[in-house]
C-alpha cells in the first residue's frame, strides 16, 4: 500500500523559495505511470491543485502559479519535489502529495499525505 | 481554466436527515467529476469517481449523479461522521489539469 509523507521546511520568509518534498514508500514513482500531485490549503479555506508530475518527468502547472512552481523527481530516490518562489502571505499553506488512482490517466487523488503546513513569514 | 461552482456553501442538516450538495461546471467536463470529503485536521477522502461511481470502502449512502455541467451528491440518511466540508473536483480539461470547486460545509442541525 502507497504512503506518501510530506517533509520540509515549516516556515519560509516572505519573498523565498518554499521547498517540500514527498517521500514515497509501497510503490516506485519510476516504474509505475502515475501523474503524482501537490495539492495545497491555505488555512480554513478551500483545495487548490498546483501541479502534477507524471513519471516520465513531464509536468503540468496550474495557470495561476505556474510561472512560480517547479516539480521534479530525484531519480536516485523515491521521492519528488515541490519548488514555489517568492512566496508571499498568500502561499501559506498546508501542502498535500498526493497519488490518483489509476496509472497512465489523469483520475482523482485517492492517496494523500498528511499535509504540511508551511508558514510565510515577514 | 474551467471553473467550479458548488452550492449551497454551507447545508444544515440533522442526523438520519438527507442532504444534497451540487456542483456546477464552468464547462462541460463529461463525466470526469469526483467528490471528496474532508473533517477538521483530516486530510481529503475520495467518495465519488467519474460522476457516479463510489471509491473504494465508501457506504452506499453516498450516490452522485450528473454529467456535462451539473453534478449533484447525495447522502442519505447523514451519520455523525459525514459531517465536515465536500468539494468537486473535475479532471476532465488535461493539460491544464484538475480543479476543486470551493467545497459545501455540511453542518449539524
Known amino acids: 500500500q502507497v504512503q506518501l509523507q510530506e517533509s520540509g521546511p515549516g516556515l519560509v520568509k516572505s519573498s523565498e523559495t518554499l521547498s517540500l518534498t514527498c517521500i514515497v514508500s509501497g510503490v516506485s514513482i519510476h516504474s509505475t505511470s502515475y501523474y503524482w500531485g501537490w495539492i495545497r490549503q491555505p488555512p480554513e479555506k478551500g483545495l487548490e491543485w498546483i501541479g502534477s508530475i507524471y513519471y516520465n518527468g513531464n509536468t503540468y502547472y496550474n495557470p495561476s502559479l505556474k510561472s512560480r512552481v517547479t516539480i521534479s523527481e530525484d531519480t536516485s530516490k523515491n521521492q519528488f519535489s515541490l519548488k514555489l518562489t517568492s512566496v508571499t502571505a498568500a502561499d501559506t499553506a498546508v501542502y498535500y502529495c498526493?497519488?490518483?488512482?489509476?496509472?497512465?490517466?489523469?483520475?482523482?487523488?485517492?492517496?494523500w499525505g498528511q499535509g504540511a503546513l508551511v508558514t510565510v513569514s515577514s | 481554466e474551467i471553473v467550479m461552482t458548488q452550492s449551497p456553501a454551507t447545508l444544515s442538516v440533522s442526523p438520519g436527515e438527507s442532504a444534497t450538495l451540487s456542483c456546477r461546471a464552468s464547462?462541460?467536463?463529461?463525466?470526469?467529476l469526483a467528490w471528496y470529503h474532508q473533517t477538521p485536521g483530516q486530510t481529503p477522502r475520495l467518495l465519488i469517481y467519474s460522476a457516479s461511481t463510489r471509491a473504494t470502502g465508501i457506504p452506499a449512502r453516498f450516490s452522485g449523479s450528473g454529467s456535462g455541467t451539473d453534478f449533484t451528491l447525495t447522502i442519505s440518511s447523514l451519520q455523525s461522521e459525514d459531517f465536515g466540508v465536500y468539494y468537486c473536483?473535475?479532471?476532465?480539461?488535461?493539460?491544464?489539469?484538475?480543479?476543486f470547486g470551493q467545497g459545501t460545509k455540511v453542518q449539524i442541525k
Open positions: 464547462r462541460t467536463v463529461s463525466s470526469n
Open positions: 473536483q473535475q479532471y476532465n480539461n488535461w493539460p491544464p489539469g484538475y480543479s
Open positions: 498526493a497519488r490518483p488512482m489509476g496509472e497512465g490517466i489523469v483520475m482523482p487523488f485517492d492517496s
